[in-house]
C-alpha cells in the first residue's frame, strides 16, 4: 500500500453578528378635527303632486266576422231501385195414376161334409168310430186384378218471377254555406286618465348643522427602531481540506503464470486501485454534502 492525498471541499459553520428592527410602543398626543352636528327646525314650503283621475272617450277600431249564408249547387248520384218481369221455366212434379194389373193367388175352396174314421179307446177295448166333419176344401185359382198406382211425373213449366234492380241517377242538390266576412267596426270605450296635480304644502324640517372642533388625544403607536443584537446564525461556506488514504498497489510478479499471460502487466492492478480511490472520495464527499443541506435548510428557516 502506498499513501495519496487529495482535497475535499469541508462546510465551515461560523457565528456573526447582525442588526435588525424591531417595533416598541410610544405613547403620542395628536390633534384631529372633529364634526359636530347641531339639529335646527323650521318650516318650509314645498311642491308635491297629487294624483287625479278623469275619465275620457275614445274610439276603438275593431274587427267582426259576420256571417253570410250562399246558395249552391252540387250533383250527387244515387241508385233507384226499379222492378222487371222475367220469364222463366221450371219442373213440377205432379202425380198420374196409372193402371196395372197384378197376379193374385186366390182360395175359391169351401166347406165340405167329409166321415172321418177315428179309434176310441185302448187295449182289447178299442173301437173304430164313424163321424162327419166340416172340413175346408182349399181351392187355389190364380187371376189378374187391375190396379192403379199415382206415379210422379215431371215437366218444364213457365212462370213469370219480379226482379228488383237499381240504376244510377244523377240529381241536383241545393245547399247553404256559411262564409264569414271581416267587417271593420267602432265603439266608444270610456277610460280614465291619471292627471298629476301640482299643490303647495307647509311641513317641519329639523336639518343638521356642522360645527368643526379641534380634540387633542393620546394615542400609543408602535415606532420602529434599530438595535444592536448578538443573533447567532450559521454561515457556511466550504473550506478545502488535505484528507490522506491508504491506496493498495499491486506487484507484478516476476514468473509469468496463467492469469498474467492473458493482459498485460499491471494493467488490472492499476484500474484496481483507481476504482478504490473513487469509492474513498465518494465516502469522504458525504460528510459535505450532509453539511450543504443542514446548510440551506437553516437559510431557508431565516
Not at 500500500?1 to 457565528?15: G, K
Not at 410610544?26 to 384631529?32: E, G, L, N, S, W
Not at 244515387?78 to 197384378?102: F, H, I, L, N, S
Request: one cysteine or more; charged letters at 20%.
Amino acid at each position: 500500500t502506498q499513501q495519496r492525498q487529495y482535497t475535499v471541499m469541508v462546510p465551515y459553520t461560523e457565528t456573526r453578528q447582525g442588526t435588525r428592527e424591531v417595533c416598541r410602543m410610544v405613547a403620542v398626543q395628536m390633534t384631529r378635527n372633529v364634526s359636530e352636528c347641531v339639529p335646527e327646525t323650521h318650516t318650509e314650503e314645498y311642491q308635491y303632486t297629487v294624483p287625479t283621475f278623469e275619465t275620457r272617450t275614445r274610439d276603438i277600431n275593431y274587427t267582426v266576422s259576420k256571417p253570410v249564408m250562399t246558395t249552391q249547387q252540387r250533383q250527387y248520384t244515387v241508385m233507384v231501385p226499379y222492378t222487371e218481369t222475367r220469364q222463366a221455366t221450371r219442373q213440377v212434379c205432379r202425380m198420374v195414376p196409372v193402371q196395372m194389373t197384378r197376379t193374385v193367388c186366390e182360395d175359391q175352396g169351401s166347406w165340405q161334409q167329409v166321415q172321418q174314421t177315428y179309434t176310441s179307446g185302448c187295449g182289447d177295448c178299442a173301437q173304430t168310430c164313424t163321424r162327419m166333419c166340416r172340413v175346408w176344401v182349399p181351392n187355389m185359382v190364380t187371376r189378374e186384378v187391375p190396379y192403379t198406382v199415382m206415379r210422379p211425373q215431371t215437366e218444364q213449366v213457365a212462370y213469370n218471377y219480379q226482379v228488383t234492380l237499381c240504376r244510377p241517377e244523377t240529381r241536383t242538390q241545393n245547399y247553404q254555406v256559411c262564409n264569414y266576412v271581416q267587417e271593420q267596426r267602432v265603439r266608444q270605450v270610456q277610460y280614465q286618465v291619471c292627471v298629476p296635480q301640482q299643490r303647495t304644502g307647509t311641513r317641519q324640517v329639523t336639518t343638521c348643522r356642522v360645527v368643526p372642533e379641534q380634540q387633542t388625544a393620546t394615542r400609543t403607536i408602535q415606532v420602529p427602531y434599530t438595535v444592536q443584537k448578538q443573533v447567532p446564525y450559521q454561515v457556511c461556506r466550504m473550506v478545502p481540506k488535505t484528507v490522506t488514504c491508504q491506496v493498495p498497489v499491486t506487484v507484478p510478479c516476476n514468473t509469468p503464470c496463467n492469469d498474467c499471460q492473458a493482459s498485460d502487466t499491471g494493467s488490472v492492478p492499476a484500474a484496481d486501485s483507481s476504482v478504490k480511490k473513487d469509492d474513498q472520495v465518494k465516502k469522504d464527499d458525504q460528510p459535505a454534502k450532509a453539511n450543504l443541506g443542514l446548510v440551506g435548510r437553516y437559510r431557508r428557516t431565516r
